[in-house]
């Protein structure tokens, strides 16, 4: 069965410096997966999504991810935070069937003055 | 238009009330979801309808009741619900999930 896991919950950081928030996966199948960033009283937006080729993936806002096979990981970073990035930031995988999406527990990221 | 409005924005509703939510997109997308969301957690699926037919339902209790009655709306009825049941309900959707979702901003329930 598809999964995926983020190991904090919570990612305090100071503005201008780098973050990485950590997401690891199991599958079953063929493996697909996305970054999804929620703003306080939003929907949720897609941030960059790995399916096949590089596994450097760049995304909006600066932010970019690495696919990792041997470590089933999929972490996502951005070398300079602003004020604006503090969101929930959800990490996603395919389903079996791939018919839908499963979302992670999420890691909060709040970016300190 | 790269949006799905969801209406309404909040809702109180009493637990012998029926009231409904709308999601409405104009992408085209063949596939429309339902979540639900309570805080500081994931969103949890509820439904899928795929080319407007229900297919996935995550053993949603009948109390909520979904509906499509054209490929670009999507409601979600709610009848007889319990004070668990206030959350955010997020709807979303995709041509395909390999593309990614689309969100709405979603409707903030609260059952009184």
């Known amino acids: 069965a598809q999964s995926v896991t983020q190991l904090d919950s919570q990612v305090p950081v100071f503005e201008e410096a780098p973050v990485e928030l950590r997401c690891n996966y199991s599958?079953?199948?063929?493996?697909?997966l996305f970054w999804y960033v929620q703003y306080p009283n939003q929907g949720l937006q897609l941030l960059l999504k790995?399916?096949?080729?590089?596994?450097l993936v760049k995304g909006i806002n600066g932010f970019e991810a690495e696919f990792n096979k041997s470590q089933t990981s999929f972490h996502l970073r951005k070398p300079s935070v602003h004020i604006s990035d503090t969101a929930e930031y959800f990490c996603?995988?395919?389903?079996?069937?791939?018919?839908?999406?499963?979302f992670g527990p999420g890691t909060s990221l709040s970016v300190i003055p | 238009d790269t949006e799905v409005t969801q209406t309404p924005k909040h809702l109180v509703m009493g637990m012998t009330n029926k009231k409904s939510l709308k999601c409405e997109q104009h992408?085209?997308?063949?596939?429309m979801y339902w979540y639900k969301q309570k805080a500081k957690k994931p969103p949890e699926l509820m439904f899928v309808y795929s080319y407007e037919k229900l297919s996935i339902n995550e053993s949603v209790p009948s109390r909520f009741s979904p509906e499509c009655p054209n490929s670009s709306l999507l409601n979600l009825h709610l009848h007889a619900l319990q004070p668990e049941d206030s959350a955010l309900y997020l709807c979303a959707s995709s041509q395909d999930p390999l593309h990614g979702y689309t969100f709405g901003s979603g409707t903030r329930l609260t059952v009184v």
């Open positions: 996603a995988v395919i389903g079996s069937a791939y018919d839908k999406v499963i």
């Open positions: 992408m085209g997308h063949r596939a």
């Open positions: 599958s079953s199948v063929s493996v697909y």
């Open positions: 790995y399916l096949s080729g590089s596994t």
